[in-house]
Protein backbone atom coordinates (compact mmCIF):
# COMPACT_ATOMS: atom_id res chain seq x y z
CA UNK A 1 0.00 0.00 0.00
CA UNK A 2 2.88 2.41 0.98
CA UNK A 3 4.52 1.59 -2.36
CA UNK A 4 1.23 1.90 -4.25
CA UNK A 5 0.95 5.73 -2.42
CA UNK A 6 4.28 6.55 -3.10
CA UNK A 7 4.05 5.94 -7.33
CA UNK A 8 0.88 8.14 -7.00
CA UNK A 9 2.83 10.98 -5.16
CA UNK A 10 5.87 10.94 -8.14
CA UNK A 11 2.93 11.02 -10.88
CA UNK A 12 1.32 13.91 -9.63
CA UNK A 13 5.05 15.77 -8.65
CA UNK A 14 5.86 14.62 -12.72
CA UNK A 15 2.17 15.49 -13.97
CA UNK A 16 2.64 19.45 -12.12
CA UNK A 17 6.16 19.60 -13.43
CA UNK A 18 5.58 19.27 -16.60
CA UNK A 19 3.50 21.93 -17.27
CA UNK A 20 5.80 24.25 -15.22
CA UNK A 21 8.97 23.75 -17.65
CA UNK A 22 7.06 24.05 -20.54
CA UNK A 23 6.02 27.50 -19.09
CA UNK A 24 9.53 28.31 -18.29
CA UNK A 25 10.25 27.28 -21.99
CA UNK A 26 7.43 29.10 -24.27
CA UNK A 27 8.79 32.46 -21.49
CA UNK A 28 11.78 32.47 -24.00
CA UNK A 29 9.39 33.11 -26.89
CA UNK A 30 8.01 36.01 -25.54
CA UNK A 31 8.51 39.51 -25.11
CA UNK A 32 10.31 39.99 -21.70
CA UNK A 33 10.53 43.75 -22.06
CA UNK A 34 8.78 46.79 -23.55
CA UNK A 35 10.35 47.82 -27.33
CA UNK A 36 11.06 51.16 -25.49
CA UNK A 37 12.59 54.12 -28.17
CA UNK A 38 16.18 55.28 -26.97
CA UNK A 39 19.00 57.00 -28.33
CA UNK A 40 23.42 54.71 -27.92
CA UNK A 41 24.63 58.18 -26.74
CA UNK A 42 25.81 57.10 -23.22
CA UNK A 43 26.91 60.32 -21.05
CA UNK A 44 30.24 60.39 -19.78
CA UNK A 45 30.79 60.05 -15.92
CA UNK A 46 34.38 61.18 -15.75
CA UNK A 47 36.84 64.06 -16.93
CA UNK A 48 36.45 67.24 -18.79
CA UNK A 49 33.21 66.29 -20.59
CA UNK A 50 30.65 64.92 -17.73
CA UNK A 51 27.09 64.89 -18.62
CA UNK A 52 27.84 64.52 -22.66
CA UNK A 53 28.61 61.83 -24.99
CA UNK A 54 31.81 63.51 -26.98
CA UNK A 55 32.47 61.96 -30.23
CA UNK A 56 34.75 62.65 -33.33
CA UNK A 57 33.99 63.40 -36.72
CA UNK A 58 36.41 64.34 -39.51
CA UNK A 59 36.23 68.10 -40.23
CA UNK A 60 36.01 66.96 -43.94
CA UNK A 61 34.19 64.02 -44.60
CA UNK A 62 35.74 62.32 -47.64
CA UNK A 63 34.99 59.85 -50.17
CA UNK A 64 37.60 57.46 -51.51
CA UNK A 65 39.23 59.11 -53.90
CA UNK A 66 39.66 62.32 -51.08
CA UNK A 67 37.53 64.59 -52.07
CA UNK A 68 34.98 66.21 -50.40
CA UNK A 69 31.67 63.59 -49.70
CA UNK A 70 29.13 66.56 -49.37
CA UNK A 71 31.04 68.68 -52.03
CA UNK A 72 33.20 71.07 -49.57
CA UNK A 73 35.67 71.59 -46.88
CA UNK A 74 34.32 71.47 -43.42
CA UNK A 75 31.24 69.79 -43.94
CA UNK A 76 30.71 66.09 -42.43
CA UNK A 77 28.20 63.88 -40.55
CA UNK A 78 27.17 61.70 -37.53
CA UNK A 79 25.57 58.73 -37.30
CA UNK A 80 23.27 58.65 -34.18
CA UNK A 81 22.22 54.74 -33.36
CA UNK A 82 18.43 54.53 -32.40
CA UNK A 83 17.91 51.53 -31.15
CA UNK A 84 14.76 49.38 -30.13
CA UNK A 85 14.92 47.74 -27.00
CA UNK A 86 13.47 44.48 -26.09
CA UNK A 87 14.44 40.83 -25.84
CA UNK A 88 13.01 40.10 -29.36
CA UNK A 89 13.00 41.79 -32.66
CA UNK A 90 11.23 44.83 -33.42
CA UNK A 91 7.24 43.38 -34.35
CA UNK A 92 6.90 46.55 -36.35
CA UNK A 93 8.00 49.61 -38.65
CA UNK A 94 7.54 52.60 -36.77
CA UNK A 95 8.70 56.32 -37.46
CA UNK A 96 10.16 57.94 -34.92
CA UNK A 97 10.06 61.58 -33.92
CA UNK A 98 13.38 63.94 -33.55
CA UNK A 99 13.40 67.17 -31.54
CA UNK A 100 15.74 69.47 -29.90
CA UNK A 101 15.94 69.00 -26.09
CA UNK A 102 15.33 72.11 -24.06
CA UNK A 103 18.34 70.24 -21.32
CA UNK A 104 21.20 72.08 -22.14
CA UNK A 105 19.85 75.30 -19.90
CA UNK A 106 19.25 72.77 -16.71
CA UNK A 107 22.89 70.44 -17.56
CA UNK A 108 25.00 73.97 -17.47
CA UNK A 109 23.85 74.79 -14.32
CA UNK A 110 24.27 71.82 -13.12
CA UNK A 111 28.17 71.15 -14.08
CA UNK A 112 29.71 74.38 -14.12
CA UNK A 113 27.58 76.53 -11.49
CA UNK A 114 27.92 80.08 -12.05
CA UNK A 115 31.16 80.06 -14.12
CA UNK A 116 29.32 81.05 -17.71
CA UNK A 117 32.35 80.95 -19.33
CA UNK A 118 32.52 77.49 -19.31
CA UNK A 119 29.03 77.01 -20.55
CA UNK A 120 27.96 74.29 -23.51
CA UNK A 121 26.09 76.75 -26.39
CA UNK A 122 23.64 74.90 -28.53
CA UNK A 123 25.00 73.27 -31.77
CA UNK A 124 21.90 73.47 -33.27
CA UNK A 125 22.70 76.04 -36.33
CA UNK A 126 25.84 73.71 -37.11
CA UNK A 127 23.67 70.38 -37.37
CA UNK A 128 20.97 69.85 -40.12
CA UNK A 129 19.01 67.05 -38.06
CA UNK A 130 15.88 64.86 -40.04
CA UNK A 131 12.49 65.37 -37.79
CA UNK A 132 11.90 61.77 -37.75
CA UNK A 133 13.15 58.09 -38.67
CA UNK A 134 12.02 54.85 -39.40
CA UNK A 135 12.91 51.64 -37.71
CA UNK A 136 11.73 48.86 -40.05
CA UNK A 137 10.19 45.34 -38.55
CA UNK A 138 12.46 42.89 -38.07
CA UNK A 139 15.17 45.45 -37.53
CA UNK A 140 16.83 46.95 -33.44
CA UNK A 141 18.49 49.84 -34.61
CA UNK A 142 18.64 52.72 -37.43
CA UNK A 143 21.07 55.23 -38.09
CA UNK A 144 20.09 59.21 -38.05
CA UNK A 145 21.89 60.63 -40.06
CA UNK A 146 23.19 64.42 -38.58
CA UNK A 147 24.69 66.55 -41.47
CA UNK A 148 27.13 68.82 -39.79
CA UNK A 149 28.80 72.45 -41.51
CA UNK A 150 31.44 73.54 -39.37
CA UNK A 151 31.68 76.89 -41.60
CA UNK A 152 28.03 77.74 -41.53
CA UNK A 153 26.86 80.88 -39.62
CA UNK A 154 30.35 82.03 -39.74
CA UNK A 155 32.07 79.10 -38.44
CA UNK A 156 32.03 77.10 -35.47
CA UNK A 157 34.38 78.45 -33.40
CA UNK A 158 35.91 75.95 -30.92
CA UNK A 159 37.08 78.54 -28.18
CA UNK A 160 33.43 77.89 -26.66
CA UNK A 161 32.28 74.50 -26.26
CA UNK A 162 29.27 72.85 -28.36
CA UNK A 163 26.67 70.32 -27.42
CA UNK A 164 23.70 69.34 -30.17
CA UNK A 165 20.96 68.56 -27.71
CA UNK A 166 18.60 65.95 -29.08
CA UNK A 167 15.04 63.94 -28.10
CA UNK A 168 13.44 61.31 -28.67
CA UNK A 169 9.75 62.99 -28.86
CA UNK A 170 6.25 61.51 -28.37
CA UNK A 171 4.31 59.65 -31.58
CA UNK A 172 2.17 56.87 -32.41
CA UNK A 173 3.20 53.57 -32.25
CA UNK A 174 6.32 52.78 -30.09
CA UNK A 175 7.19 54.56 -26.41
CA UNK A 176 10.42 56.94 -25.37
CA UNK A 177 12.55 55.31 -22.72
CA UNK A 178 11.59 56.67 -19.69
CA UNK A 179 15.19 57.06 -18.52
CA UNK A 180 16.13 60.40 -19.53
CA UNK A 181 19.42 59.46 -20.02
CA UNK A 182 18.20 57.14 -22.85
CA UNK A 183 15.61 59.14 -25.00
CA UNK A 184 18.19 62.03 -24.80
CA UNK A 185 21.40 62.78 -26.28
CA UNK A 186 23.99 65.20 -25.53
CA UNK A 187 26.42 65.24 -28.35
CA UNK A 188 29.67 67.29 -27.52
CA UNK A 189 30.90 66.88 -31.56
CA UNK A 190 34.38 67.90 -32.19
CA UNK A 191 35.83 67.84 -35.97
CA UNK A 192 39.26 66.78 -36.07
CA UNK A 193 42.11 66.55 -38.48
CA UNK A 194 45.67 65.27 -39.25
CA UNK A 195 46.72 67.92 -36.96
CA UNK A 196 44.25 68.88 -33.82
CA UNK A 197 44.50 66.55 -30.81
CA UNK A 198 46.32 66.79 -27.49
CA UNK A 199 50.09 66.79 -28.14
CA UNK A 200 52.85 66.10 -25.36
CA UNK A 201 54.53 69.01 -24.79
CA UNK A 202 57.27 67.88 -22.14
CA UNK A 203 60.21 69.73 -24.30
CA UNK A 204 58.52 72.66 -24.84
CA UNK A 205 60.09 75.29 -22.51
CA UNK A 206 58.83 78.39 -21.69
CA UNK A 207 60.62 81.39 -19.94
CA UNK A 208 60.37 84.89 -18.70
CA UNK A 209 61.76 87.85 -20.91
CA UNK A 210 63.52 91.47 -19.41
CA UNK A 211 63.06 95.04 -20.61
CA UNK A 212 66.18 93.79 -22.88
CA UNK A 213 64.69 90.66 -24.45
CA UNK A 214 66.72 88.84 -22.28
CA UNK A 215 65.32 85.30 -20.82
CA UNK A 216 64.70 86.45 -16.85
CA UNK A 217 65.56 82.99 -14.45
CA UNK A 218 64.67 79.46 -15.80
CA UNK A 219 63.03 77.76 -17.93
CA UNK A 220 60.12 75.77 -17.35
CA UNK A 221 58.39 72.91 -18.51
CA UNK A 222 54.54 71.63 -19.80
CA UNK A 223 52.87 68.85 -20.12
CA UNK A 224 50.17 68.95 -23.18
CA UNK A 225 49.02 71.53 -25.35
CA UNK A 226 45.60 70.74 -26.98
CA UNK A 227 45.41 72.19 -30.62
CA UNK A 228 41.42 72.40 -31.60
CA UNK A 229 40.22 72.58 -35.50
CA UNK A 230 39.54 75.49 -37.77
CA UNK A 231 40.11 74.70 -40.75
CA UNK A 232 41.75 71.49 -42.57
CA UNK A 233 45.12 72.62 -42.46
CA UNK A 234 44.90 74.98 -39.56
CA UNK A 235 44.31 74.45 -35.47
CA UNK A 236 44.52 77.02 -32.78
CA UNK A 237 45.81 76.83 -29.47
CA UNK A 238 46.31 78.55 -26.34
CA UNK A 239 49.87 80.90 -25.61
CA UNK A 240 52.02 79.10 -22.76
CA UNK A 241 50.35 77.34 -20.17
CA UNK A 242 46.69 78.77 -20.58
CA UNK A 243 44.14 75.91 -20.99
CA UNK A 244 40.47 75.69 -22.38
CA UNK A 245 39.35 75.99 -18.34
CA UNK A 246 40.71 79.24 -18.25
CA UNK A 247 38.85 82.25 -17.74
CA UNK A 248 41.03 84.24 -20.02
CA UNK A 249 41.65 81.53 -22.86
CA UNK A 250 40.12 84.44 -25.77
CA UNK A 251 43.09 86.53 -25.09
CA UNK A 252 45.59 83.94 -25.55
CA UNK A 253 44.53 82.07 -29.00
CA UNK A 254 47.07 81.62 -31.45
CA UNK A 255 46.57 80.25 -34.98
CA UNK A 256 48.71 77.40 -36.21
CA UNK A 257 48.85 77.07 -40.33
CA UNK A 258 50.63 73.89 -41.63
CA UNK A 259 51.82 74.38 -45.19
CA UNK A 260 53.04 70.58 -46.23
CA UNK A 261 55.81 70.79 -48.93
CA UNK A 262 55.23 70.00 -52.41
CA UNK A 263 55.78 66.71 -53.33
CA UNK A 264 56.13 65.39 -49.66
CA UNK A 265 52.38 64.05 -49.53
CA UNK A 266 51.31 66.03 -46.66
CA UNK A 267 54.44 64.58 -44.63
CA UNK A 268 56.23 67.50 -43.75
CA UNK A 269 56.45 71.08 -43.85
CA UNK A 270 56.16 74.59 -42.57
CA UNK A 271 54.55 75.50 -39.66
CA UNK A 272 53.38 79.24 -39.13
CA UNK A 273 52.09 80.89 -35.82
CA UNK A 274 50.51 83.83 -35.61
CA UNK A 275 47.34 86.16 -33.99
CA UNK A 276 44.58 87.94 -35.09
CA UNK A 277 44.51 92.08 -33.96
CA UNK A 278 40.91 92.14 -33.39
CA UNK A 279 40.63 89.35 -30.68
CA UNK A 280 43.51 90.00 -28.82
CA UNK A 281 45.99 92.94 -29.37
CA UNK A 282 47.93 93.36 -26.60
CA UNK A 283 49.21 89.68 -26.75
CA UNK A 284 52.42 91.52 -29.23
CA UNK A 285 52.52 87.72 -30.58
CA UNK A 286 55.89 86.93 -32.76
CA UNK A 287 57.44 84.07 -34.48
CA UNK A 288 60.77 85.27 -35.54
CA UNK A 289 61.04 81.46 -38.06
CA UNK A 290 58.98 78.91 -39.01
CA UNK A 291 58.66 75.60 -37.11
CA UNK A 292 59.05 72.33 -38.79
CA UNK A 293 56.53 69.52 -38.99
CA UNK A 294 57.31 65.54 -39.99
CA UNK A 295 54.51 62.70 -39.82
CA UNK A 296 56.05 59.93 -39.28
CA UNK A 297 53.98 56.17 -39.88
CA UNK A 298 55.01 52.84 -38.90
CA UNK A 299 52.75 49.25 -38.02
CA UNK A 300 53.95 48.28 -34.77
CA UNK A 301 55.99 45.61 -34.58
CA UNK A 302 54.04 43.25 -32.36
CA UNK A 303 50.48 44.26 -33.00
CA UNK A 304 51.10 44.18 -36.86
CA UNK A 305 46.82 45.81 -37.51
CA UNK A 306 47.73 48.92 -35.78
CA UNK A 307 49.52 51.87 -37.42
CA UNK A 308 51.72 54.47 -35.55
CA UNK A 309 51.49 57.66 -36.88
CA UNK A 310 53.64 60.38 -35.01
CA UNK A 311 53.47 64.07 -35.78
CA UNK A 312 56.42 66.22 -34.74
CA UNK A 313 56.33 69.91 -34.90
CA UNK A 314 60.20 71.08 -33.83
CA UNK A 315 61.94 74.45 -34.17
CA UNK A 316 58.78 75.84 -32.08
CA UNK A 317 59.81 79.81 -31.03
CA UNK A 318 57.46 82.27 -30.32
CA UNK A 319 56.90 85.36 -27.80
CA UNK A 320 54.28 86.87 -25.92
CA UNK A 321 53.25 89.37 -23.76
CA UNK A 322 50.20 88.95 -21.34
CA UNK A 323 48.61 92.01 -19.76
CA UNK A 324 45.34 90.12 -18.46
CA UNK A 325 46.48 87.51 -15.58
CA UNK A 326 47.79 90.41 -13.51
CA UNK A 327 46.10 93.98 -13.88
CA UNK A 328 48.36 96.59 -14.06
CA UNK A 329 51.52 94.28 -15.16
CA UNK A 330 53.06 92.98 -18.04
CA UNK A 331 54.90 89.87 -18.27
CA UNK A 332 57.22 88.85 -21.49
CA UNK A 333 57.49 84.94 -22.30
CA UNK A 334 59.23 83.24 -24.88
CA UNK A 335 58.38 79.45 -25.56
CA UNK A 336 60.29 77.08 -27.97
CA UNK A 337 61.06 73.74 -28.59
CA UNK A 338 58.94 70.71 -29.61
CA UNK A 339 55.60 68.95 -29.81
CA UNK A 340 54.60 65.75 -30.50
CA UNK A 341 51.40 63.62 -30.89
CA UNK A 342 51.61 60.12 -31.51
CA UNK A 343 47.81 58.13 -32.90
CA UNK A 344 47.45 54.26 -32.80
CA UNK A 345 45.38 53.19 -35.07
CA UNK A 346 43.64 50.42 -35.87
CA UNK A 347 43.15 49.31 -39.22
CA UNK A 348 40.94 47.04 -39.31
CA UNK A 349 38.24 49.98 -37.85
CA UNK A 350 37.09 53.33 -38.75
CA UNK A 351 39.87 55.89 -37.65
CA UNK A 352 37.44 58.31 -36.09
CA UNK A 353 35.59 55.73 -33.83
CA UNK A 354 39.29 55.60 -32.02
CA UNK A 355 39.94 59.17 -32.23
CA UNK A 356 39.93 60.37 -28.53
CA UNK A 357 41.57 64.18 -27.75
CA UNK A 358 39.26 65.98 -25.30
Given amino acids: MSKIKNILTFGLLAAVAVPVFTSCNDDWKEEQYKHYISFKAPLAT ?14 TRLNEDKTPKFGAEGKSNYLLPVLVAGSTDNPNTITVNIAPSDTLDILNVERFGHREELYYKDMSDFADVPPTITIHEGQNMALLDVQLDFNKNGGLDLIDRYVLPLTIAPGQGYERNPRKNYATAMLRILPYTTYSGIYQATNLQYCLLNDKGEQDGESAGMETVQAYTCGENEVFMYAGTNTESSLLRKWFRIYVRF ?20 ENPDLNFSQPHPARFNIIEAM ?59
Avoid: F, H
Fill in 300 to 358: DAVQTYILRRTLVVKDIEYVYTDTKTAPGASLTYKVAGTLTMERKLNTQMPEEDQIMWD
Fill in 259 to 278: EPDEGSDGKSGNVYMYTKDE
Fill in 46 to 59: SGSSVGVTTVYVPY
